[in-house]
T-cell receptor, first 114, second 110 residues
Framework: DTEVTQTPKHLVMGMTNKKSLKCEQHMGHRAMYWYKQKAKKPPELMFV???????INESVPSRFSPECPNSSLLNLHLHALQPEDSALYLC?????????????FGAGSRLTVL | SQQGEEDPQALSIQEGENATMNCSYKTSINNLQWYRQNSGRGLVHLILIRSNEREKHSGRLRVTLDTSKKSSSLLITASRAADTASYFCATDGGYSTLTFGKGTMLLVSP
C-alpha cells in the first residue's frame, strides 16, 4: 500500500460545529504532517508528528487540535472555526524526519466553514 | 524564510513543446524537491536533487540545481495535455519540514 487516505473528501461545517479530519497510511512511515492550502497558494505546514509525538506546531490556533492515536492514523479535530479557515487540508507522511525524505500526500479534505 | 519563488507564475504551451520552470530560494538547503498538483488534489513527488548534485533526470523531467545562485529549474520535455497541473519546488533545510514555493501553473493545450 503506497497511499495516504484522507476522509472526508469534502466537509461543510458551521462555526459552532465540532468535526474531525482523518488520515491513514500503511506504509510504515513514522512521520505524519498536516498542511493547509488556500486556493492558488502553496501548502503551509501546520503540524508534524514523529513517532506519534508532536514535533512541530507552526503556531496554529487552538481551534485546530491534532491527534496521532497510532503510527498509522492522524486526526485533525476542528472546533469553532472561522470562515477564513476554509481551505484544502492535506495530510502527508514520510519515512521519518531528517535526511532526504520524500512526502507522500493524500488527496486532501476540502473544508468549507459557513 | 526558505520559501522558494517559482517563475513563471503561469505557463501556457502546446503539446510537444518543452516547459521550463524556475525556482529561487533564500537559505542553504540539504535538498530541493519538485512536486506536481492536479487541480484540487494532493501533491505528487516528482524528483529530488541533493545539494551536492547539479543535474538529475527522471523520464521526461530534468532538474538542475545551482547552489551558488540558490536556484533550480525543472524542464519537462515533449509535454502532454496530462502534464497540465501546478508545479511546486520545495526546499528541505535539514529537518524534512519542506517549505513550498508559490508554484507555477502549467497549461498544456492539445
Amino acid at each position: 500500500d503506497t497511499e495516504v487516505t484522507q476522509t472526508p473528501k469534502h466537509l461543510v461545517m458551521g462555526m459552532t460545529n465540532k468535526k474531525s479530519l482523518k488520515c491513514e497510511q500503511h506504509m510504515g512511515h513514522r512521520a505524519m504532517y498536516w498542511y493547509k492550502q488556500k486556493a492558488k497558494k502553496p501548502p503551509e505546514l501546520m503540524f508534524v508528528y514523529s513517532y506519534e509525538k508532536l514535533s512541530i506546531n507552526e503556531s496554529v490556533p487552538s481551534r485546530f487540535s491534532p491527534e496521532c492515536p497510532n503510527s498509522s492514523l492522524l486526526n485533525l479535530h476542528l472546533h469553532a472555526l472561522q470562515p477564513e479557515d476554509s481551505a484544502l487540508y492535506l495530510c502527508a507522511s514520510s519515512k521519518g524526519l531528517g535526511g532526504a525524505n520524500v512526502l507522500t500526500f493524500g488527496a486532501g479534505s476540502r473544508l468549507t466553514v459557513l | 524564510s526558505q520559501q522558494g519563488e517559482e517563475d513563471p507564475q503561469a505557463l501556457s504551451i502546446q503539446e510537444g513543446e518543452n516547459a521550463t520552470m524556475n525556482c529561487s530560494y533564500k537559505t542553504s538547503i540539504n535538498n530541493l524537491q519538485w512536486y506536481r498538483q492536479n487541480s484540487g488534489r494532493g501533491l505528487v513527488h516528482l524528483i529530488l536533487i541533493r545539494s551536492n548534485e547539479r543535474e538529475k533526470h527522471s523520464g521526461r523531467l530534468r532538474v538542475t540545481l545551482d547552489t551558488s545562485k540558490k536556484s533550480s529549474s525543472l524542464l519537462i520535455t515533449a509535454s502532454r495535455a496530462a502534464d497540465t497541473a501546478s508545479y511546486f519546488c520545495a526546499t528541505d533545510g535539514g529537518y524534512s519540514t519542506l517549505t513550498f514555493g508559490k508554484g507555477t501553473m502549467l497549461l498544456v493545450s492539445p
